[in-house]
């Protein structure tokens, strides 16, 4: 059974940091390019970033360049995404992806409020 389960979501001020998680399983992890998207209310669902599966050169939004870091451990068939100088456009049930060239698999999210 494929399972992605995202964690690490929450409430944030405006300026700070979150880091997100992604638990796989059920899957052969190591060979799935991983991403990270994004649905804001009324808005559609967008890429923020990518990662291939050997964990070489990763791609992300321009709204989060420089801002959030995508990572990989195939070991522990974990992806992350590392958020920081969070901003209230940010604000979003994020996602995470799981893609082969035959398939794709989703996490059910996890919200993100960036508020003071």
């Known amino acids: 059974q494929v399972q992605l389960r995202e964690s690490g979501g929450g409430l944030v001020q405006p300026g700070g940091s979150l880091r997100l998680s992604c638990a796989t399983s059920g899957f052969t992890f190591s060979v799935f390019a991983m991403s990270w998207y994004r649905q804001a209310p009324g808005k559609e669902r967008e890429l923020v970033a990518g990662?291939?599966?050997?964990?070489?050169?990763?791609n992300y939004a321009d709204s989060v360049k420089g801002r959030f870091t995508i990572s990989r451990d195939n070991a522990k068939n974990m992806v992350y995404l590392q958020m920081n100088s969070l901003e209230p456009e940010d604000t979003a049930v994020y996602y995470c992806?799981?893609?082969?060239?035959?398939?794709?698999?989703w996490g059910q999210g996890t919200q993100v409020t960036v508020s003071s």
């Open positions: 990662i291939p599966s050997n964990g070489g050169s990763t």
């Open positions: 992806n799981a893609r082969s060239q035959w398939i794709k698999y």
